[in-house]
């Protein structure tokens, strides 16, 4: 129930060592580097708050730009090669940034590989790709323009008309193109008019007139609407032929690119690699920046866990002669970063802390103590034995996965402790999805048995005890919450504090439920005794909560207005009655789910299929919906009732100077 004790370490060395003890550092991962010239500008590179006219500094700069440039073509290379051959994710993988587990020789294959060759090609191959793209547009459009003159058997260049004959090539709607013969019908001009189809609802023509014949030309000039005759060269028959054989070649070329993508995603494991041997280059340079140097020397500060130092010895074995490491203690001024040390079975929980945030570096580390209240919490509002084990399998298959990160396993060894919990009560409260259990076919008949044998609490027929129960959990949960409280003051030495202002309440809080259940159970030696050392604990707040004044008015004043936090204890302790609220939600889905499947049963071949579709949907959608639910209102209850009672936070978590890859991580073994 510790925050990690952390040193100051300082590492002084020769100038010619530092990328040397800059790499051993990157390898162990256990200092948290500090900035040795000052805090930089949110986004500048360590190198540019050094000296600019720094040649050490420019050469730098130029490394790190270069680096990002390639690291920037890699990533545009991966977009090329998941266009071809995309990435599969499941939906909870899709939060958790899965890597890819490699081998030690492909890690080693990848820091040589031809990295710009495979840049290359992807770049060259995804340019051609937007030259296609905007050709195959060009030349849909053209095909567009020649699909009204598809049935005119006459070279397009024909139609520019001659010296006494016109041509006239325009478009209107059915009404209109018959509305345009009969009033050139009343013309007495020589023309001719060719229908050539309809495109969608237009009506395409081709009218040929002499130019001498006004009347036929002020009637097409009114009643049609101009199209243009496109420029190509034979006729619209030879002009598709040719766009289809180029649409044709555009496609044999597509495929030849997905061919190469296709080849090249089999090494999509070494290309990321690659990436990552980039990457980690870069994060090496970029902390030689925060290195304070002279023309032979350079500096390392920063903080590193006092269990680690032995650690940082081995690792920087072999260069005593030209380095030096010297270990301190914080100073009081300083603000150490924070990780928390626990227990195997505790320290999945420290994702629920750090949700809230970070206790200060002299604080007490609540984890241990909220544990195993969120496990009960959690399972509490969930309520379903078949949940909790659904929940516990998908989890230890998701730690079993190598593309799973090592990072989340801790994640989901909190939900697999929660599942475990929530099978325990679950089983006590007789949820098994739903009631689903009890529709059992007869042969089946032990399992029904079995399950209402270890019943101790039906939260469906009995609310009022589940709800006494939340109530009484809640209760316990805020004394340890007190208890924490005057657990630190007592370790800071101020008894005195802790005495008065939380000991009493602990006196105070238990006493008053002593006294209301002592009355409401029919003993009234509890509940005399109870009332008794309520007002003992009262009149002591009474008396010292109001110490900080020198007058006495006022002392008594702040002593009785103290008195005024029973409300908010009350406030606090009713707010554990949503345990009750989700644990019935839980149930009564289940219940309903399971009805409406039994609903299906009686249908003829397929009732026990849809049945079963049935149940599996809607039990799948109820374990996701009420997961989130338990977890996030189990979460609550620990930030707003528990955590107010001690809990001050502030800290920084202590983020070490490591190896952090992207995409890859190298297997055991």
């Not at 009404?175 to 007495?188: D, I, K, M, N, S």
């Not at 190598?402 to 599942?419: A, D, I, N």
Request: hydrophobic share 45%.
């Amino acid at each position: 129930m510790a925050v990690t004790r952390m040193k100051f370490v300082t590492v002084i060395g020769h100038a010619d060592l530092r990328a040397e003890v800059v790499a051993r550092l990157h390898s162990l991962g256990i200092m948290q580097i500090t900035e040795a010239y000052g805090a930089m500008d949110a986004g500048a590179s360590g190198y540019e708050a050094k000296a600019k006219g720094s040649e050490a500094a420019r050469e730098a700069q130029s490394r790190l730009a270069d680096l990002d440039t390639r690291l920037s073509a890699l990533e545009s290379c991966f977009a090329h090669l998941s266009r071809y051959s995309p990435v599969q994710k499941g939906m909870v993988e899709s939060f958790l940034s899965p890597r890819t587990e490699i081998d030690g020789d492909t890690w080693r294959k990848a820091d040589g590989y031809d990295v710009a060759g495979v840049v290359a090609t992807c770049q060259r191959d995804e340019a051609r790709l937007g030259e296609m793209r905007s050709r195959e547009a060009e030349l849909g459009a053209r095909r567009k323009e020649l699909e009204p003159l598809a049935q005119l058997p006459l070279s397009l260049g024909d139609l520019e008309g001659t010296e006494t004959v016109a041509v006239f090539f325009g478009q209107t709607t059915p009404a209109g193109l018959a509305a345009l013969e009969v009033r050139l019908a009343e013309t007495t001009g020589i023309y001719h008019v060719e229908r050539l189809g309809a495109v969608g609802r237009r009506n395409y023509v081709l009218v040929l007139h002499r130019r001498d014949a006004a009347a036929v030309a002020d009637i097409l000039r009114a009643d049609l609407e101009p199209a243009s005759v496109p420029e190509t060269a034979g006729t619209v028959a030879q002009a598709t032929e040719q766009m289809q054989a180029e649409m044709a070649a555009l496609a044999r070329e597509r495929e030849e690119i997905a061919a190469r993508a296709l080849e090249l995603a089999g090494e999509r494991a070494t290309l990321q690699a690659a990436y990552d041997h980039l990457l980690l280059a870069r994060q090496r340079l970029d902390a030689q920046s925060w290195l304070g140097e002279t023309e032979r020397t350079f500096v390392v500060h920063g903080w590193c866990p006092k269990k680690a130092l032995p650690r940082l010895e081995r690792g920087l074995a072999g260069l005593e002669d030209a380095t030096a490491v010297s270990v301190r203690d914080p100073r009081p001024d300083e603000r150490p970063p924070v990780t928390l040390d626990n227990k195997p079975l505790a320290a999945p929980f420290e994702i629920v802390t750090n949700i809230f945030g970070w206790p200060s570096y002299d604080e007490v580390d609540p984890t241990p103590i909220l544990a195993p209240f969120f496990a009960v919490f959690f399972a509490l509002a969930l309520t379903d034995a078949g949940y909790g084990l659904v929940m516990m399998a998908y989890c230890l298959w998701m730690m079993s996965r190598k593309s799973t990160p090592k990072g989340s396993h801790k994640f989901f060894r909190l939900l697999t402790f929660g599942g475990f919990v929530t099978v325990v009560i679950g089983a006590l409260t007789g949820g098994w999805f739903g009631n689903a259990l009890d529709f059992l076919p007869s042969y089946a008949g032990f399992f029904t048995r079995a399950k209402n044998a270890i019943i101790l609490l039906d939260p469906v027929k009995e609310p009022m005890k589940l709800m006494v129960l939340s109530l009484g959990l809640g209760v316990v949960h805020l004394l340890f919450g007190i208890g924490t409280k005057m657990y630190r003051n007592i370790r800071d030495g101020e008894v005195a504090a802790a005495l008065m202002d939380q000991g009493l309440w602990l006196l105070l809080l238990p006493s008053l439920v002593l006294f209301g259940a002592g009355g409401a159970m029919g003993m009234p030696g509890v509940a005399a005794g109870a009332k008794y050392v309520a007002f003992a604990a009262a009149g002591g707040l009474i008396l010292t909560q109001g110490r900080a004044s020198k007058n006495i008015i006022a002392r008594l004043g702040g002593g009785l207005y103290s008195l005024y936090g029973l409300i908010g204890y009350l406030s606090d302790t009713l707010s554990y009655t949503r345990l009750l609220a989700l644990g019935l939600a839980t149930a009564s889905l289940g219940m309903a789910i399971n009805q409406i499947a039994l609903m299906v049963r009686p249908v003829p071949f397929v009732g026990i299929i849809l049945m079963l579709v049935i149940m599996a949907f809607g039990h799948g959608l109820s374990l996701v919906i009420n997961v989130f639910g338990a977890f996030i209102h189990s979460g609550r209850l620990q930030f707003v009732e528990f955590f107010s009672k001690f809990f001050e936070g502030g800290g920084k978590a202590f983020r070490p100077f490591a190896e952090r890859p992207r995409y890859t991580q190298v297997g055991q073994g």
